[in-house]
């Protein structure tokens, strides 16, 4: 490790008090620093002694924190309960017409292709699948060819929640951007792993308790790139107004019209706070440290009791995925690795139906993972 990834390591263990023993599953749900911890507390308390309207909070903060990692601006930000609340906001609200042609590949996630399927059932739209190649990585070629016939919309999963393969965003956004078609990147596995900024999305969809290691319940939207048929599914007071001599009420003109004024505030604050400590800890540095973690995983797992790694072994993300052997299973092998003490997550068919055959156990370390914890998870597998 260089010093700075070092430093990284030292610095994200020495912000929190407690980090559950044996924890691999940096990508189902991190852990909070304790001043993260401490914020949600502490805006609860307030709104205890206060009242919650009386001790609402101004967020442009947590906004602006949010927006500098994809180079947004805070009135781009609306903040939602999760990462699937997000998309079905976003997506449930574009006003496409009947017969517009929307491209995904299959790594899609589940409720994702859920969302998609059943909104071009009911309005008209045609799903068009993205080629890729052998891991799964959208082919650019291919891309640019269903762009040139013509598409309305792209949706991407940057990395997805099933395999630990970084997608070409930045390439893909290039693209999209020159042949004019919105882009819908979902980040929920990537901001704050591996670089966003520069793809140039017409929105993000993101979640709180994953790499930014904030907490449970808070998701976000980054719409930098609004165009006149983007709404929120459900339009609500906070976002929208009604015109005089209109029966339609109409959206305000940023990203406050995907967001209810109901939520968990406090849990957006310590989003806020959670994205300020990764910049603090620099990006690039972070992204570094947890491309390497990934890496020594892969080294380490690969092999180990037949259970062979999905992903490239060099591929720059910390999201292992391993595909059992005969006799062995995902689960099971989670069943082991919780009695020895580590904490590693599994991913069933569901979370990717087009992509994945059988489920997968994912590893996930997160900054300052001690290679003992993957030798023994190793051991564990092999057992």
Not at 242 to 271: F, H, K, N, Q, V
Request: charged share 20%.
């Amino acid at each position: 490790m260089t010093t700075a990834t070092c430093q990284v390591a030292e610095t994200w263990r020495a912000a929190r008090s407690v980090v559950p023993p044996g924890l691999l599953d940096a990508a189902g749900c991190n852990v909070p620093s304790d001043r993260t911890f401490d914020a949600v507390v502490a805006h609860l308390r307030l709104e205890r002694e206060r009242g919650g309207y009386a001790a609402e909070p101004d967020l442009t903060p947590a906004r602006s924190a949010l927006a500098a990692l994809t180079g947004a601006s805070p009135a781009d930000v609306a903040f939602t309960e999760s990462g699937t609340a997000a998309m079905a906001t976003l997506l449930g609200g574009w006003r496409l017409p009947p017969g517009s042609r929307v491209g995904f590949a299959r790594t899609e996630y589940g409720s994702t292709l859920m969302l998609l399927r059943r909104l071009a059932g009911e309005r008209g739209w045609e799903l068009v699948e993205l080629p890729v190649d052998d891991d799964s990585r959208v082919e650019l070629d291919g891309l640019r060819s269903r762009l040139t016939s013509g598409l309305d919309l792209v949706s991407v999963v940057h990395i997805a929640s099933h395999r630990g393969v970084v997608q070409p965003a930045e390439e893909i956004g290039a693209l999209c951007r020159a042949a004019g078609v919105p882009l819908v990147l979902d980040v929920c596995q990537s901001l704050g792993q591996v670089p966003v900024g520069g793809v140039g999305a017409t929105a993000y969809v993101g979640t709180s308790r994953k790499w930014l290691a904030g907490p449970r319940g808070v998701g976000f939207l980054i719409v930098p790139g609004r165009t006149p048929d983007m709404d929120a599914a459900a339009p609500t007071l906070g976002g929208h107004v009604w015109t005089a001599g209109t029966t339609t009420p109409a959206p305000l003109p940023d990203a406050i019209r995907y967001e209810g004024s109901e939520g968990g505030i406090a849990a957006r604050i310590a989003l806020g706070l959670a994205a300020q400590e990764h910049q603090a800890l620099g990006p690039a540095a972070v992204h570094a440290h947890l491309a390497g973690l990934g890496g020594m995983a892969r080294r380490i797992l690969d092999g180990a009791g037949g259970w062979r790694v999905v992903e490239p072994l060099d591929e720059p993300s910390a999201i292992v995925t391993l595909r059992p052997p005969p006799g062995d299973s995902a689960e099971d092998a989670r069943s082991r690795a919780a009695r020895a003490g580590l904490l590693v997550g599994a991913a069933p068919v569901a979370r990717a139906p087009l992509d994945l055959h059988e489920p997968v156990l994912r590893v996930s370390p997160p900054p300052g993972t001690d290679p003992a914890t993957l030798r023994e998870l190793a051991r564990v597998l092999a057992g």
